[in-house]
T-cell receptor
Framework: GQNIDQPTEMTATEGAIVQINCTYQTSGFNGLFWYQQHAGEAPTFLSYNVLDGLEEKGRFSSFLSRSKGYSYLLLKELQMKDSASYLCAVSDSNYQLIWGAGTKLIIKP | DAMVIQNPRYQVTQFGKPVTLSCSQTLNHNVMYWYQQKSSQAPKLLFHYYDKDFNNEADTPDNFQSRRPNTSFCFLDIRSPGLGDAAMYLC?????????????FGEGSWLTVV
């Protein structure tokens, strides 16, 4: 079956750095997405990786290793507004998005 | 400005009473999706339209139906809501299916069944 694994919850301190990991097993691979979802709101797009390596976008970076079925989202200089759930999703061989359950990130002052 | 608009944002319905959720988009996207998301769970795809072609997920109950009268609008009909159907329903759009095309979500419609 197809599976996306992420930690359920993480806690970090304002101003620090946090890495949220995602491992996947899917039938085929056509890219990996990271979405941010604040409580009670819709997911918003953060990043897309289809080739191995690191993609940097401001305070957020996303890394992909296709051979390991692994990605991480790196958040730097954490702010209180970064408290949210972070969803990893993989596009499989049929271009269907397989979603992880999300990682709830709690930022403490 | 919101590009994917869902109405209503909050809906309370009685057990078994039909309910319709609506979605409109200003992006002129070919693909429209309906997802169901329960607390602390991944969004679950119910169905999607590619233009007028309707694609139902295999495990979507018959209780859920959809209509897309034109490019801009899509509706989710729940014929006989049960307590287990209480969730947030997300409408989303994309230009094409798959590849790197970003999916744009509406703000969601919260459904409560009493």
């Amino acid at each position: 079956g197809q599976n996306i694994d992420q930690p359920t919850e993480m806690t970090a301190t304002e101003g620090a750095i946090v890495q949220i990991n995602c491992t996947y097993q899917t039938s085929g691979f056509n890219g990996l997405f990271w979405y941010q979802q604040h409580a009670g709101e819709a997911p918003t797009f953060l990043s897309y990786n289809v080739l191995d390596g690191l993609e940097e976008k401001g305070r957020f970076s996303s890394f992909l290793s296709r051979s390991k079925g692994y990605s991480y989202l790196l958040l730097k200089e954490l702010q209180m507004k970064d408290s949210a759930s972070y969803l990893c999703a993989v596009s499989d061989s049929n271009y269907q998005l397989i979603w992880g359950a999300g990682t709830k990130l709690i930022i403490k002052p | 400005d919101a590009m994917v608009i869902q109405n209503p944002r909050y809906q309370v319905t009685q057990f078994g009473k039909p309910v319709t959720l609506s979605c409109s988009q200003t992006l002129n996207h070919n693909v429209m999706y309906w997802y169901q998301q329960k607390s602390s769970q991944a969004p679950k795809l119910l169905f999607h339209y590619y233009d007028k072609d309707f694609n139902n997920e295999a495990d979507t109950p018959d209780n859920f139906q959809s209509r897309r009268p034109n490019t801009s609008f899509c509706f989710l009909d729940i014929r006989s809501p049960g307590l287990g159907d209480a969730a947030m329903y997300l409408c989303a759009t994309s230009g094409q299916l798959g590849s790197s095309d970003t999916i744009y979500f509406g703000e969601g419609s919260w459904l409560t069944v009493v």
